[in-house]
């Protein structure tokens, strides 16, 4: 019942920079959180960042903390990850997730289908 869409992902040079999109859209106040997370080649899926829909409170995984930021538009239920100073260990797919829940990086009902973060050295 919800349906979460990402965009923005491409191949940029290390230190560069990418602003990835997550338009949510359904039975959104099903959810008190959003989130991303991303999932390199051969590795399992982590957590980056998470916000609160309500609060706007922000959560960040201690690889990406300085370097991304999560932001929301609640009018337009819209999540965007900022991401300054990219590495090629960012490299990755990153997905969109949504869930209603206590813990920020617990587990997420719903997932976009993710867009690819290349970064070159």
């Known amino acids: 019942q919800v349906q979460l869409v990402e965009s923005g992902g491409g191949l940029v040079q290390a230190g560069g920079s990418l602003r990835l999109s997550c338009a949510a859209s359904?039975?959104?106040?099903?959810?008190?959180?959003m989130a991303w997370f991303r999932q390199a080649p051969g590795k399992e899926r982590e957590f980056v960042a998470a916000?609160?829909?309500?609060?706007?409170?922000?959560y960040y995984a201690d690889s990406v903390t300085g370097r991304f930021t999560i932001s929301r538009d609640t009018a337009t239920n819209t999540v965007y990850l900022q991401t300054n100073n990219l590495k090629p260990e960012d490299t990755a797919v990153y997905y969109c997730?949504?869930?209603?829940?206590?813990?920020?990086?617990?587990?997420?009902?719903?997932w976009g289908q993710g867009t690819q973060v290349t970064v070159s050295s």
């Open positions: 359904g039975r959104t106040v099903w959810t008190n959180h």
């Open positions: 997730a949504a869930g209603w829940l206590r813990d920020p990086k617990g587990n997420y009902d719903y």
């Open positions: 916000i609160s829909r309500g609060s706007g409170q922000t």
